[in-house]
């Protein structure tokens, strides 16, 4: 069976892309800060039958990026890499003036150095499989300039030039930024809690991955609004 590693998937898109792997037969490990929240969800996505290892930690410790990617080497190796664990800097969201610079130094440590690391770390196992892939959970806030949304979008415009450039190095590998557009989640609610505008849910944009995975497009860059709209 393939073997996944997800982080951030206690709730939100890692959990339903968790869960619609698992329904697809795949091996996971798993991680969040949460420990009760990610046992739950391990819980769920091992009724499908699926082989699943649950590590709760920050994924900018060292320690617990290597135990994640040991835990997929036990499962029989690594053929994904969901860096979607994310930070805001701030919660909720403040303008540049008003946002610290430890704030904006933990949101590039989650969202782009423990991302590195982690893809650094799994990169063996990744070579090793046929259909190694990467996939950095980005935003629209990477490209287009929304009040109070700087720090945030800065890490992850950092993490797409990752990809694009780990894509150019590992042409054996897909690496795959994508934006997964709006949805309702945790994190956005914390963002932003007086916003209540209607969203899709996770599960709801979960396919456009899908469809990355079945068709393995090239390295580079993808907006799951289109992918979805292109089915």
Known sequence: MPVAIITGA???????????????????????RGADALKETAEAVGRHGTRVVALPGDVTDGGHRTELVTAAGRLGGADLLVSNA???GAEPLVRLAELSTEGLRRVLEVNVVAALGLAQEALPLLQA????????????????????WGGYGASKAAL???????GVEEPGLRVWAVDPGDMATD???????DDDA????????????????????ASGRYAAPSLLRAR
Request: proline share 9%; hydrophobic share 50%.
């Open 187 to 193: 994190l956005y609610a914390a963002a932003v809690p």
């Open 129 to 148: 499989s046929p259909a190694g892939t990467v996939i950095a959970v980005s935003s629209d806030a990477a490209a287009e300039a929304y009040e109070t």
């Open 160 to 166: 797409d030039q990752l990809a694009a450039v780990l």
């Open 86 to 88: 994310s930070a805001l």
């Open 10 to 32: 206690s709730k939100g898109l890692g959990r339903a892309l968790a869960e619609a792997l698992g329904a697809r037969g795949w091996d996971l490990v798993l991680d969040a």
């Open 198 to 217: 209607p969203r899709p849910a996770p599960a709801d944009v979960v396919p456009a991955f899908l469809r990355l995975l079945d068709e393995r497009p």
